[in-house]
């Protein structure tokens, strides 16, 4: 590869010494050559262009332009050719272009080089033959430039931090909802009313001991009804309609303290005795079985006028 870099700027020495310029063959002959790349300084991923121009005055067809072979290449490879013909008119002159484009890509770091081409063409109107050579050109082979696919490793981290943040404002929010339900729910339960002090205030609406003139054997009706509905719906069972020895079965069967039974059995009895006797109930009695359901709702409903009666008679 020197030997021949060697040769050729050998042959470019002698060939300026017998090539006849533009100029000297007249102001509208003769072919001018011209080297170029671009760009100068390259990236070592990257590629240059380089580029061998011909021009001369006059006919496309005037000169034979003689095949010449690729350039030397020095820290390059050229993996791409081109070439294109081309006439115009400058300043009323007709002016014929050839140019042949070499895409090289650099080896390593550091300076490359395009060694000069020696051109030989023939003058088809005189039949005189030239020689012509190009410029030697250098390029500066620098760091290459990131590749596109080289952010691939940001463009993941992105999108694993966007995933990230996405997760925890998803999980904060699903929290607060939470709290939020469950705040709720406790202030839904604080505020709602217990089966118990429901039947308490329905006791209270339902019989109040403080009238002189009550009627204690309805008042007895009203609070057995009381009693009835609310053990039907703490114990789901069917009390409304059922007997008082029923009520006792039922009760065992549905696991409730004997305690409970035992309270419950003594207002029914005493309800059974006003509604069926026909005789008019003792008030005390009244505000003993009233004393009984209140205890088992565990409320104070009302206060009663004759509860020293009710001691009284206890």
């Keep these: 590869m020197r030997i021949i870099r060697i040769a050729a700027a050998i042959a470019i020495f002698f060939s300026s010494l017998g090539i006849s310029s533009l100029q000297a063959q007249g102001e509208d002959e003769g072919i001018r050559v011209s080297a170029s790349a671009q760009p100068n300084e390259v990236p070592l991923n990257r590629t240059a262009v380089v580029t061998i121009r011909l021009e001369w005055a006059g006919d496309l067809d005037r000169y034979e332009i003689t ?63 030239y020689r012509l050579a190009s410029s030697r050109l250098e390029l500066k082979v620098v ?8 952010y691939l490793w940001l463009v993941i981290l992105l999108s694993i931090l966007l995933s990230s943040l996405i997760a925890i404002y998803l999980v904060r929010r699903i929290r607060a909802r939470r709290a939020e339900a469950e705040r709720l729910a406790r202030s839904q339960a604080a505020s709602e009313v217990s089966l118990e002090q429901k039947y308490g205030e329905r006791l ?20 057995a009804g009381v009693l009835r509905r609310y053990l039907a719906a703490k114990y789901s069972l069917p009390l409304i309609s059922a007997t008082t020895s029923e009520v006792r079965g039922l009760m065992a069967e ?35 079985a009233y004393t009984i359901l209140e205890g088992m709702l565990g409320t104070d409903t009302a206060p009663r006028g004759g509860a020293e009666s009710a001691k009284r008679d206890d």
């Design 204 to 223: 209270r609406e339902e019989i109040d001991l403080r009238q002189p003139d009550l009627d204690v054997n309805a008042a007895f009706g009203r609070l």
């Design 254 to 288: 549905a696991g409730a303290d004997e305690r409970v039974i035992a309270d419950t059995l003594a207002v029914l009895e005493s309800a059974d005795i006003a509604k069926f006797s026909g005789a008019a109930q003792m008030r005390s009695e009244l505000e003993r």
């Design 67 to 129: 095949r010449f072979d690729n350039p030397l290449v020095e820290n390059l490879n050229i993996i791409e050719t081109a070439s294109a013909n081309q006439v115009q008119v400058v300043g009323g002159l007709q002016v014929a272009r050839q140019e042949y484009q070499y895409t090289v890509k650099p080896d390593g770091l550091g300076m490359a080089y395009v060694d000069g081409i020696i051109i030989r063409y023939a003058d088809r109107e005189t039949g005189k033959e």
């Design 143 to 150: 760091d290459p430039l990131p590749e596109p696919g080289s």
